[in-house]
C-alpha cells in the first residue's frame, strides 16, 4: 500500500524506486516521471486520442471479467472510471507531452494510472493503493503499449472522422450544390494559366467543388477501412501472450459495440502491430483533399479579389475587418485560414511517413508522432471545413453582370470559330481585335467569314457555357 507522508502527497513506487506524487492528482509515479523526462512542447494529448484509449480500457475491462481474468467489482470500478472521464471528468489528468518516449508507453501508462486511481476511489479505497488494484495487473490485464497504441490510433482516427471531417465534408458538399443551383444561369469567363478562356457557369464552377469533394470523401471512407481491422490481444509483439485464448475475439466484438463501428480482429496480430501502413494510408487520403482544399480557397480569394483592381465575380462574406489602417478593407480571412490549416496536413503527413518506415522487428517506436499528427489533421480538416462552408460558402453572392462583361470580352470566343472558319482565320481575327480593340463579331463580318446570323448562332454564350451531357453506355452502343 501506498504512505501517506503527509496530506499533500502520496509515496508510490515503481522498479526505479519511489516518488512523491500530489495527492489531488489521480495519474501515479509513472506519469511523473515521464512528464519530468519529456517537457518539450507542452501539448497533452488530444482529447480524442484519451477517449480511444479509455474505450479500449473500458472494453478490455468487460472482457476479462467475462472470462475470469480480473474479478468483477474491480472490472466495475474500472468500468465507472472510464464512464466518467468518457463524460468529461478527469480531463485533465492527462498530461504527458505528446512527444515521449517511443511507442506511447508514457501516455498509456498515464491512462492506466489515471483509470486505477479513480477506481480504487469509487470501491473506497485510496489512490496509490495498487495492491487492491493495480494499474498493470488489473487495468492493463493481458494487454501492451505494443498493441493498445495502435489500437488507440485506429480508434482515434475513426472516431474523429465520424464525429467532424465526415460531417463537415458533407456539409460543404451540401452547400457547393446550393450554390451551384442558384448560380447556374450565370455566364462567366473561364480562365486558364490564369489567361481567357472559353465561357463557362459559374454554377458549374461550384458543382465542380461539389464533385471534387464527394470523390475526396469517399477515397477517405475507403482508406479508413483499415482503420477497423485491430491487433488487439496481440499483447507485446503479437503472440498473445498473458492473454485469455478468447480474449482477443470478445474485447474487438465489444470495443465494436461500445463506439458503434464494425470492427474485427486482424488476420495476423503481429503484421497489425508492426504496420503503420493504414495510417498512412489514411493520412495520404487527408492530404489528397487538403491540396484541392487550397485551390478550390485560392479559386474563391482571385473571384472575389478586388473591389476595384481585381475579378469581383463573387463577393465573399465579410466577417471581420481586414486592416489595422485600411478603413473598409475586408479580407477573404476564412479562405486564407482553410490554406494556411492545409499546409500544415501536408506537413503532418509527411511526418507520418517518416515515422512509418522508422519501426524496427516487432515494433514502431514512433507511433506518438503518428497519433498525434493523424487524429489532428481529421480534426482541424473537419473544423476548417466546417468554417469555410458555413462562415463563407453559404453566404457567398454573385455579381452576374460583371461576370457576363468578363465573358463578353473574352478573346476566347473566337475558339468556337474554329470549325466554321478554321483554327488560323481565327487566330488572325484575335490578334487583331486586341491590337484594334474592335470586337470579334465586327471583324468576322467586315471580312466575310460569316454571315451574321450564322455568326450570332455560334457566338451564343449560353449555349456556348452549356455542359454537354454525358452519353449513356446505351447512346453508345
Not at 57 to 78: P, R, V, W, Y
Not at 113 to 124: C, D, H, P, Q, S
Not at 259 to 278: G, R
Not at 360 to 370: A, C, K, S
Request: glycine share 8%.
Amino acid at each position: 500500500m501506498s504512505q501517506i507522508s503527509d496530506s499533500q502527497f502520496r509515496t508510490e513506487r515503481d522498479s526505479m524506486g519511489e516518488k512523491q506524487i500530489p495527492n489531488d492528482v489521480y495519474y501515479g509515479i509513472q506519469t511523473l516521471r515521464a512528464v519530468e523526462n519529456f517537457a518539450i512542447s507542452g501539448i497533452q494529448p488530444l482529447p480524442t486520442y484519451v477517449d480511444a484509449c479509455i474505450y479500449i480500457k473500458k472494453a478490455t475491462a468487460i472482457a476479462n471479467a467475462e472470462l475470469g481474468c480480473i474479478s468483477e467489482d474491480i472490472s466495475q470500478g474500472i468500468i465507472q472510471a472510464a464512464d466518467e472521464i468518457l463524460a468529461g471528468e478527469l480531463r485533465n489528468q492527462f498530461v504527458v507531452d505528446v512527444y515521449q518516449a517511443g511507442a506511447g508507453t508514457s501516455h498509456h501508462m498515464n491512462v492506466n494510472e489515471v483509470l486505477a486511481n479513480r477506481a480504487l476511489e469509487i470501491l473506497g479505497y485510496t489512490k496509490g493503493d495498487y495492491q487492491r488494484i493495480n494499474p498493470n495487473d488489473h487495468v492493463n490485464y493481458g494487454q501492451s503499449t505494443n498493441d493498445v497504441i495502435p489500437t488507440a490510433i485506429r480508434i482515434g482516427g475513426l472516431l474523429a472522422l465520424t464525429h467532424t471531417l465526415h460531417p463537415a465534408l458533407e456539409n460543404a458538399i451540401f452547400a457547393m450544390t446550393a450554390k451551384a443551383d442558384e448560380f447556374q444561369d450565370i455566364v462567366k469567363s473561364g480562365r486558364t494559366h490564369l489567361q481567357d478562356a472559353v465561357p463557362v457557369r459559374l454554377g458549374d464552377s461550384f458543382r465542380a467543388w461539389a464533385q471534387i469533394l464527394t470523390d475526396h470523401q469517399n477515397r477517405i471512407y475507403t482508406a479508413s477501412g483499415d482503420l477497423m481491422v485491430l491487433g488487439l490481444g496481440g499483447s507485446a509483439a503479437g503472440t498473445g501472450l498473458n492473454t485469455h485464448p478468447q480474449y482477443r475475439d470478445r474485447v474487438v466484438d465489444i470495443l465494436g459495440e461500445l463506439i458503434n463501428c464494425p470492427l474485427e480482429p486482424a488476420p495476423h496480430l503481429m503484421a497489425a502491430m508492426q504496420s503503420m501502413a493504414p495510417f498512412v494510408n489514411v493520412s495520404g487520403a487527408l492530404r489528397n483533399l487538403a491540396q484541392d482544399l487550397v485551390k478550390i480557397s485560392h479559386d474563391l480569394r482571385l473571384m472575389d479579389s478586388g473591389p476595384k483592381t481585381g475579378f469581383k465575380e463573387i463577393q465573399l462574406p465579410p466577417v471581420q475587418p481586414g486592416s489595422s489602417i485600411m478603413p473598409g478593407k475586408y479580407n477573404p480571412v476564412m479562405a486564407e485560414m482553410t490554406s494556411m490549416v492545409c499546409f500544415q496536413v501536408m506537413g503532418y503527413d509527411n511526418a507520418i511517413a517518416l515515422a512509418a518506415q522508422a519501426g524496427q522487428l516487432e515494433l514502431n517506436v514512433m507511433m506518438p508522432l503518428i497519433a498525434y499528427n493523424l487524429i489532428h489533421s481529421i480534426e482541424i480538416l473537419g473544423n476548417t471545413i466546417s468554417g469555410l462552408t458555413n462562415k463563407c460558402i453559404k453566404d457567398i453572392f454573385a455579381y452576374p453582370d460583371k461576370c457576363l462583361a468578363y465573358a463578353e470580352g473574352s478573346l476566347a470566343l473566337v475558339t468556337a470559330l474554329n470549325t466554321h472558319i478554321g483554327y488560323l482565320n481565327a487566330a488572325a481575327v484575335a490578334k487583331e481585335s486586341l491590337e484594334t480593340g474592335k470586337s470579334l463579331r465586327q471583324i468576322v463580318l467586315e471580312k466575310k467569314l460569316m454571315s451574321e446570323t450564322k455568326l450570332a448562332e455560334v457566338l451564343n454564350l449560353e449555349q456556348m457555357s452549356q455542359i454537354l451531357p454525358l452519353r449513356s453506355s446505351s447512346d453508345q452502343t
